[in-house]
């Protein structure tokens, strides 16, 4: 899916690079001095451009069957997984020349006229182009042209025809009713079916985005901005398509198509002026929209698991929507001015409105099921938002000084309910068919508040020390908690010891607490039913359950004293942590802890001008505890909690190391420098399971065991030689500017261990032997390993 240029623009800013500054100091008889070059001066031209040649000595495949089979179903067929989709995931690298920048200005002597272009990548899939043009003082034009490719996978599978459009057709059948996760032929069967159907892709998308923005500054008084974009993104990403009930389901990975653009516009016009008593204010008004249009609100997927003999359960096909066409409008006024008392004072008020109403699709594609009306024909869908933030800074002494802050922000959601009385779900009448059970579709708004007051206090020209009190408050409607209050208090300490160590440090502590806390409520605005077992009352939902949050951080900045021999040696540890406990009452299910902790350390040396090591370490650890169950649990009321066969408690932990070590040396002074530079991530992950309170840890005969850990291993090591060509050889080449020379050789790893991902492939039945109506792309594969050596030329004027 991504696109390959050509050579073309590359050799034609080549070439007017190069040609510019041989011209300009060709034989050639002087031209006429306009009026205009002779009121300025003259024009000045300037250009730098980057050009090379890049050899692989490994270069990633561009797929990897790194995929499990009917043959060996217990690990993959092809022990590498290494290919390209993640080292080429933010644009290609190809072997051969490259055009890696280029900058090209003109302005005229006295600096008042100014145009310039810069380009990178030139010829790539990640190309963009720059122009800025100016007249100092008064008018600025920059316009942008950027291509941003987003490759996820080289090696995805696919059964489908039509990929990229919103029609997917299959020649694989394998009718439902034959297929049982249970029998060993019913995964024979799948395997047959799918021999010699499958088809690698590539899964990306590519964004062209157009961009220009103007501003004028007529005067020291007046400041209008304008500004537009316009991007397209088209490609795919993989979705996943899920067809009947549990007992009958059918699941399939398939290509999504990507096809919409974005526009973006801002106007804003601001003022500057002088108050009567003697400050200075300033007010803006501005506006802006943003226009959503997808040339797709939906496709169709043909069913693999189609069974002609009971279509209303394995249907023929499936239809999933996409993001509906939409569009947002806002008006902003900004204000700021000086008032008595050392007082700043600044206020926003922002109003935006969000429509979509595309036309409702049916319940289903399904033709064995019969069409239900429904209650509209379209969404009518409208959010409102205003927001209103303000703060005053005031400054009582040199010493003291407070801030207030405060922000209004409301969410007013104004789509109708609908209430649907019928409804189908997946395309199946293997779900049900909810007659008799109406479902509303609620229109969530919610308030949020918050409120802070800042105190600073300078004691001593060595010390800063800071406070804070703070106040959240989220009002919520048609959610499980209506209000939640959260109060905050931090406090900073800043030292600075001679000129030996600067000590920054912070600490927070809030609570956040709701009101009132009813899932059930909630579900039967929803549902209409008390008996509704489709929810689980007792989860608390991490953004509005009761938390206590503790935030800290320090940073240490240590040289040596001056004089003496470890002046220019420079150590920084720092350290930060963040614990988040949830106090529920212990019978609820949810998140409960969320703890992570970091602890690391950086230190450079420089032995001379030019001559300097590097390096640094990063520890990061994340824990987290969470309660949970297999089984949905319906109580009347919150405070009752049933006896649940299979709830289980269960912990992640996740560590991370980062090291970095760089290094420079000018090895020729004026002449040749090198560069040293290695980065290494090491990540692992834990995730196990354990009892909760004194129920039992299986149910349903299944027993929980943890899961393998996940490990993360990514290496960069990138030297670089830089060769400065002498001037006087520069000079007799018939250059005006500086010359250099650079190799580099670098070398980038990612291997990652992850039973989540790892067999993924058609076959994961195979791996996972309860299931069989599963089909997978297997498209998420980040392991690469890569090394290749560029040479460059760098050329200034």
Same mark, same amino acid.
């Given at each position: 899916?991504?696109?390959?240029?050509?050579?073309?623009?590359?050799?034609?800013?080549?070439?007017?690079? &190069?040609?510019?500054?041989? =011209? !300009?100091? $060709?034989?050639?008889? *002087?031209?006429?001095? #306009?009026? %205009? @070059?002779?009121?300025?001066?003259?024009?000045?031209?300037?250009?730098?451009?980057?050009?090379?040649?890049?050899?692989?000595?490994?270069?990633?495949?561009?797929?990897?069957?790194?995929?499990? &089979?009917?043959?060996?179903? =217990? !690990?993959? $067929?092809?022990?590498? *997984?290494?290919?390209? #989709?993640? %080292? @080429?995931?933010?644009?290609?690298?190809?072997?051969?020349?490259?055009?890696?920048?280029?900058?090209?200005?003109?302005?005229?002597?006295?600096?008042?006229?100014?145009?310039?272009?810069?380009?990178?990548?030139?010829?790539? =899939?990640?190309?963009?182009?720059?122009?800025?043009?100016?007249?100092?003082?008064?008018?600025?034009?920059?316009?942008?042209?950027?291509?941003?490719?987003?490759?996820?996978?080289?090696?995805?599978?696919?059964?489908?025809?039509?990929?990229?459009?919103?029609?997917?057709?299959?020649?694989?059948?394998?009718?439902?009713?034959?297929?049982?996760?249970?029998?060993?032929?019913?995964?024979?069967?799948?395997?047959?079916?799918?021999?010699?159907?499958?088809?690698?892709?590539?899964?990306?998308?590519?964004?062209?985005?157009?961009?220009?923005?103007?501003?004028?500054?007529?005067?020291?008084?007046?400041?209008?901005?304008?500004?537009?974009?316009?991007?397209?993104?088209?490609?795919?990403?993989?979705?996943?398509?899920?067809?009947?009930?549990?007992?009958?389901?059918?699941?399939?990975?398939?290509?999504?198509?990507?096809?919409?653009?974005?526009?973006?516009?801002?106007?804003?016009?601001?003022?500057?002026?002088?108050?009567?008593?003697?400050?200075?204010?300033?007010?803006?008004?501005?506006?802006?929209?943003?226009?959503?249009?997808?040339?797709?609100?939906?496709?169709?997927?043909?069913?693999?698991?189609?069974?002609?003999?009971?279509?209303?359960?394995?249907?023929?096909?499936?239809?999933?929507?996409?993001?509906?066409?939409?569009?947002?409008?806002?008006?902003?006024?900004?204000?700021?001015?000086?008032?008595?008392?050392?007082?700043?004072?600044?206020?926003?008020?922002?109003?935006?409105?969000?429509?979509?109403?595309?036309?409702?699709?049916?319940?289903?594609?399904?033709?064995?099921?019969?069409?239900?009306?429904?209650?509209?024909?379209?969404?009518?869908?409208?959010?409102?938002?205003?927001?209103?933030?303000?703060?005053?800074?005031?400054?009582?002494?040199?010493?003291?000084?407070?801030?207030?802050?405060?922000?209004?922000?409301?969410?007013?959601?104004?789509?109708?309910?609908?209430?649907?009385?019928?409804?189908?779900?997946?395309?199946?009448?293997?779900?049900?068919?909810?007659?008799?059970?109406?479902?509303?579709?609620?229109?969530?708004?919610?308030?949020?508040?918050?409120?802070?007051?800042?105190?600073?206090?300078?004691?001593?020209?060595?010390?800063?020390?800071?406070?804070?009190?703070?106040?959240?408050?989220?009002?919520?409607?048609?959610?499980?908690?209506?209000?939640?209050?959260?109060?905050?208090?931090?406090?900073?300490?800043?030292?600075?010891?001679?000129?030996?160590?600067?000590?920054?440090?912070?600490?927070?502590?809030?609570?956040?607490?709701?009101?009132?806390?009813?899932?059930?409520?909630?579900?039967?605005?929803?549902?209409?039913?008390?008996?509704?077992?489709?929810?689980?009352?007792?989860?608390?939902?991490?953004?509005?359950?009761?938390?206590?949050?503790?935030?800290?951080?320090?940073?240490?900045?240590?040289?040596?004293?001056?004089?003496?021999?470890?002046?220019?040696?420079?150590?920084?540890?720092?350290?930060?942590?963040?614990?988040?406990?949830?106090?529920?009452?212990?019978?609820?299910?949810?998140?409960?802890?969320?703890?992570?902790?970091?602890?690391?350390?950086?230190?450079?040396?420089?032995?001379?001008?030019?001559?300097?090591?590097?390096?640094?370490?990063?520890?990061?650890?994340?824990?987290?505890?969470?309660?949970?169950?297999?089984?949905?649990?319906?109580?009347?009321?919150?405070?009752?909690?049933?006896?649940?066969?299979?709830?289980?408690?269960?912990?992640?932990?996740?560590?991370?190391?980062?090291?970095?070590?760089?290094?420079?040396?000018?090895?020729?002074?004026?002449?040749?420098?090198?560069?040293?530079?290695?980065?290494?991530?090491?990540?692992?992950?834990?995730?196990?399971?354990?009892?909760?309170?004194?129920?039992?840890?299986?149910?349903?005969?299944?027993?929980?065991?943890?899961?393998?850990?996940?490990?993360?291993?990514?290496?960069?090591?990138?030297?670089?030689?830089?060769?400065?060509?002498?001037?006087?050889?520069?000079?007799?080449?018939?250059?005006?500017?500086?010359?250099?020379?650079?190799?580099?050789?670098?070398?980038?790893?990612?291997?990652?261990?992850?039973?989540?991902?790892?067999?993924?492939?058609?076959?994961?039945?195979?791996?996972?032997?309860?299931?069989?109506?599963?089909?997978?792309?297997?498209?998420?594969?980040?392991?690469?390993?890569?090394?290749?050596?560029?040479?460059?030329?760098?050329?200034?004027?």
């Amino acid at each position: 899916m991504m696109i390959k240029h050509g050579l073309l623009p590359m050799s034609a800013a080549m070439a007017l690079a &190069t040609v510019a500054p041989l =011209n !300009a100091n $060709a034989a050639d008889p *002087p031209a006429a001095v #306009s009026d %205009f @070059e002779a009121a300025h001066g003259g024009y000045e031209f300037s250009g730098e451009f980057d050009v090379g040649g890049r050899v692989f000595v490994k270069r990633p495949p561009k797929s990897s069957a790194h995929y499990v &089979t009917p043959s060996s179903p =217990n !690990a993959p $067929a092809n022990p590498d *997984p290494n290919n390209r #989709s993640k %080292f @080429e995931e933010y644009g290609a690298i190809p072997p051969g020349l490259f055009a890696e920048y280029l900058r090209m200005t003109l302005q005229t002597k006295d600096g008042l006229y100014f145009g310039e272009l810069r380009a990178d990548n030139i010829g790539n =899939n990640n190309q963009r182009y720059i122009v800025d043009a100016s007249k100092a003082g008064e008018h600025y034009l920059t316009v942008v042209w950027d291509e941003i490719p987003h490759l996820y996978n080289t090696s995805a599978l696919s059964i489908w025809n039509g990929v990229g459009s919103n029609n997917l057709t299959t020649s694989v059948a394998i009718p439902g009713t034959t297929v049982n996760a249970a029998t060993p032929a019913s995964r024979a069967l799948v395997s047959a079916a799918l021999a010699g159907k499958v088809n690698t892709i590539d899964v990306g998308i590519k964004r062209d985005k157009a961009a220009v923005a103007y501003r004028w500054t007529p005067d020291q008084n007046w400041d209008v901005k304008a500004s537009y974009s316009n991007e397209k993104r088209e490609g795919i990403q993989t979705s996943g398509v899920a067809i009947g009930g549990l007992g009958s389901l059918q699941q399939f990975q398939a290509p999504r198509p990507i096809d919409d653009t974005t526009q973006i516009g801002k106007v804003s016009g601001q003022y500057f002026g002088a108050t009567p008593w003697g400050g200075h204010f300033n007010v803006q008004v501005g506006g802006g929209l943003s226009l959503f249009e997808n040339n797709f609100n939906s496709f169709t997927v043909q069913n693999p698991f189609y069974d002609a003999s009971n279509p209303r359960v394995f249907s023929p096909a499936a239809r999933i929507s996409l993001m509906p066409s939409n569009q947002a409008y806002n008006s902003t006024v900004t204000s700021g001015v000086d008032l008595p008392f050392k007082t700043r004072w600044n206020s926003t008020i922002q109003y935006t409105t969000m429509r979509q109403n595309d036309e409702f699709m049916p319940f289903t594609v399904n033709p064995a099921i019969a069409t239900f009306v429904l209650p509209a024909s379209s969404l009518n869908g409208e959010v409102d938002t205003l927001l209103y933030n303000t703060n005053a800074t005031t400054q009582w002494t040199p010493e003291w000084r407070t801030t207030f802050r405060y922000r209004y922000y409301d969410n007013d959601n104004q789509t109708p309910e609908l209430l649907i009385p019928n409804y189908v779900v997946e395309d199946s009448s293997a779900t049900g068919i909810a007659a008799g059970v109406p479902r509303r579709a609620l229109a969530m708004s919610y308030t949020k508040q918050n409120a802070s007051e800042e105190f600073q206090w300078r004691p001593a020209k060595w010390v800063t020390l800071g406070s804070s009190f703070g106040w959240e408050q989220w009002d919520r409607t048609r959610r499980d908690a209506n209000v939640t209050n959260e109060f905050i208090g931090r406090g900073t300490a800043d030292f600075k010891i001679y000129d030996v160590a600067t000590l920054r440090t912070s600490a927070q502590y809030s609570e956040r607490r709701y009101d009132n806390y009813d899932g059930r409520a909630m579900s039967l605005e929803t549902y209409y039913a008390a008996s509704n077992t489709g929810t689980n009352f007792l989860i608390r939902k991490f953004d509005m359950a009761n938390r206590n949050q503790t935030k800290a951080n320090v940073f240490l900045d240590i040289s040596g004293p001056s004089g003496s021999i470890f002046r220019d040696f420079v150590i920084s540890p720092t350290a930060g942590l963040r614990f988040e406990d949830y106090p529920d009452d212990p019978a609820f299910f949810g998140l409960r802890k969320s703890n992570s902790w970091n602890g690391g350390v950086d230190a450079t040396y420089v032995f001379k001008p030019g001559n300097s090591i590097q390096a640094s370490y990063l520890y990061e650890t994340f824990d987290r505890f969470q309660v949970g169950s297999g089984t949905i649990t319906n109580p009347v009321t919150n405070a009752s909690f049933p006896a649940v066969a299979d709830a289980f408690s269960s912990n992640t932990h996740e560590k991370v190391h980062t090291i970095l070590v760089a290094a420079n040396a000018e090895l020729i002074p004026g002449a040749l420098d090198f560069k040293l530079g290695y980065s290494l991530s090491l990540g692992k992950e834990d995730w196990d399971y354990g009892t909760f309170a004194n129920y039992p840890l299986q149910g349903n005969g299944v027993g929980y065991s943890p899961f393998p850990t996940v490990r993360t291993y990514v290496q960069r090591l990138d030297a670089a030689l830089k060769h400065t060509v002498d001037p006087s050889i520069v000079t007799q080449l018939g250059w005006t500017g500086e010359v250099y020379l650079k190799a580099r050789y670098i070398w980038e790893r990612s291997s990652v261990d992850n039973w989540q991902q790892d067999l993924m492939s058609p076959y994961l039945y195979l791996v996972d032997q309860t299931l069989a109506r599963l089909i997978d792309m297997g498209a998420t594969n980040p392991n690469y390993n890569a090394q290749y050596f560029q040479l460059s030329l760098n050329a200034k004027w």
